[in-house]
């Protein structure tokens, strides 16, 4: 339908001055729903045929956040035939523990001491914004924080991007969260005694571990001290293992 003031759609019409440029079309309603599918806005139809047909597209949608992929299509593997029943802790091979309760708290606590100080010395040497909170005092000694709360500081530093590539170990900006969460099992048998003891390989992995956060961060000396008890550990450990027989290691 075309109103006064507008073009015509006709062929070949110029427009016109004042009169009325002919009978009115009708369309039938199948002359409306083709045109609504067409875009009927191009074809003088009215703003709500053609919002209608914008919304009637389909789009593709969002994976929600939330999904649990679980809860789709999934499949069971084959119970594996050897393994009947579930594993007990008292069916699992025994891995060796040589050091003492008192030895492995005096080790963890060596590598937790070390690593707050390492923590607190990164910090301090660029200038990183340590949050003031009521509750706690402020921090002007490495032990003012436990561990796990350097651990939590320097996360929320890496995520916030305050921490430069540029002042890690080869720039393992991506790396540093993980290597973080990996030692925060130390501190927590560090501070935990009454846990069951810890297996000598378990030891060697958390001294390990903090290691690991000293070089991330380029702290030499950090990484020679944990280094040099790494050897102690392991030097000690060793000694109070049985020697083995050689048929042990026979692969026959």
């Not at 006064?4 to 759609?9: A, R, Y």
């Not at 950090?222 to 109070?240: C, G, H, K, N, P």
Request: net charge neutral; hydrophobic share 30%; aromatic share 8%.
């Amino acid at each position: 339908m075309s109103y006064p003031g507008e073009p015509s759609s006709r062929e070949g019409y110029q427009g016109w001055h004042g009169s009325w440029p002919g009978p009115l079309l009708r369309r039938t309603s199948s002359d409306e729903a083709r045109l609504s599918q067409l875009g009927g806005a191009h074809y003088g139809a009215d703003t709500s045929s053609s919002t209608t047909s914008l919304h009637g597209k389909q789009y593709p949608q969002r994976r929600p956040s939330n999904r649990d992929e679980f809860d789709g299509p999934s499949q069971l593997l084959d119970k594996p035939d050897d393994i009947p029943y579930e594993p007990k802790e008292e069916d699992l091979p025994q891995l060796p523990i040589t050091l003492y309760a008192q030895e492995q708290d005096e080790v963890l606590s060596k590598v937790n001491d070390r690593l707050s100080q390492c923590a607190f010395d990164f910090v301090a040497k660029y200038q990183f914004p340590v949050p003031i909170e009521p509750d706690k005092r402020p921090v002007r000694v490495p032990g003012d924080r436990e561990w796990s709360e350097w651990v939590y500081l320097l996360k929320r530093l890496a995520t916030k991007r305050r921490i430069p590539s540029r002042v890690l170990y080869h720039g393992q900006i991506k790396q540093l969260i993980t290597i973080l969460e990996n030692s925060l099992e130390m501190r927590h048998a560090a501070k935990h005694q009454s846990r069951p003891l810890k297996d000598d390989r378990n030891i060697l992995q958390l001294i390990s571990s903090g290691l690991q956060v000293a070089k991330i961060v380029k702290d030499a000396p950090a990484m020679q001290y944990l280094d040099s008890l790494y050897v102690q550990t392991e030097r000690v450990i060793q000694s109070r293992r049985v020697p083995m027989p050689p048929s042990a290691f026979s692969t026959a």
